[in-house]
């Protein structure tokens, strides 16, 4: 009779990808035993881009999976109604998109508070999508069109909650003018 391994859950692996971008893993494990996140610096195995708006997120998430685009991890943060979206290390990436940030290794070493894959919220912030062990990364430029996608849309939304304005000067129709007495 042959032993079958039986392969970890995508949790599991995506919290030792997670935790492996670390020079202390055991820090990142010990945070998340405590139940609390753990602080995870950017610019190991990933970059990350925070963008304000936890509503649109969804939306994004929705555009890059319609398309067939890769979805990296993205965490998002309820109480600074954030999201963080991980994507590749690039030395030479600009990023100059409105209400977002990237935050990568320019001498500052920037964190992200991150709870653990699989366990819910934690401290405000959850996995919107979790990470999976695979290394999978949100590129860049399908995120910034996600995110172009997005805006257009919530602005679609907002335009059709206004009532219609008639613009100046034109006449009402007339089916809508008061006969005159």
């Given at each position: 009779m042959?032993?079958?391994?039986?392969?970890p859950?995508?949790?599991?692996?995506?919290?030792h990808?997670?935790?492996?971008?670390?020079?202390?893993?055991r820090?990142?494990?010990g945070?998340?035993?405590?139940?609390?996140?753990a602080?995870?610096?950017?610019?190991?195995?990933?970059?990350?881009?925070r963008?304000?708006?936890?509503?649109?997120?969804?939306?994004?998430?929705?555009e890059?999976?319609?398309?067939?685009?890769?979805?990296?991890?993205?965490?998002v943060?309820?109480?600074?109604?954030?999201?963080?979206?991980?994507?590749p290390?690039?030395?030479?990436?600009?990023?100059?998109?409105?209400?977002?940030?990237?935050?990568t290794?320019r001498?500052?070493?920037?964190t992200?508070?991150?709870?653990a894959?699989?366990?819910?919220?934690?401290?405000?912030?959850?996995?919107?999508?979790?990470?999976?062990?695979?290394g999978?990364?949100?590129?860049?430029?399908?995120?910034?069109v996600?995110?172009?996608?997005?805006?257009?849309?919530?602005?679609?939304?907002?335009r059709?909650r206004e009532?219609?304005?008639?613009?100046?000067?034109?006449?009402?129709?007339?089916?809508?003018r008061?006969?005159?007495?």
């Amino acid at each position: 009779m042959t032993a079958t391994r039986l392969r970890p859950p995508p949790h599991v692996l995506g919290g030792h990808w997670l935790a492996g971008s670390s020079s202390d893993p055991r820090f990142i494990f010990g945070a998340w035993t405590r139940g609390r996140a753990a602080l995870i610096p950017v610019s190991c195995r990933f970059d990350a881009v925070r963008i304000d708006g936890v509503s649109r997120a969804s939306a994004m998430v929705e555009e890059l999976r319609t398309a067939g685009r890769v979805t990296g991890p993205v965490l998002v943060d309820h109480d600074a109604q954030a999201s963080f979206w991980l994507v590749p290390v690039r030395p030479d990436a600009f990023w100059a998109m409105r209400d977002s940030e990237l935050l990568t290794d320019r001498g500052d070493r920037p964190t992200v508070a991150m709870p653990a894959p699989g366990v819910g919220p934690v401290e405000g912030r959850e996995w919107l999508v979790e990470p999976d062990g695979s290394g999978a990364l949100t590129p860049h430029a399908d995120l910034a069109v996600a995110l172009r996608l997005a805006r257009m849309s919530e602005g679609r939304r907002l335009r059709g909650r206004e009532p219609a304005r008639r613009a100046c000067g034109r006449p009402e129709p007339a089916e809508t003018r008061r006969p005159r007495p």
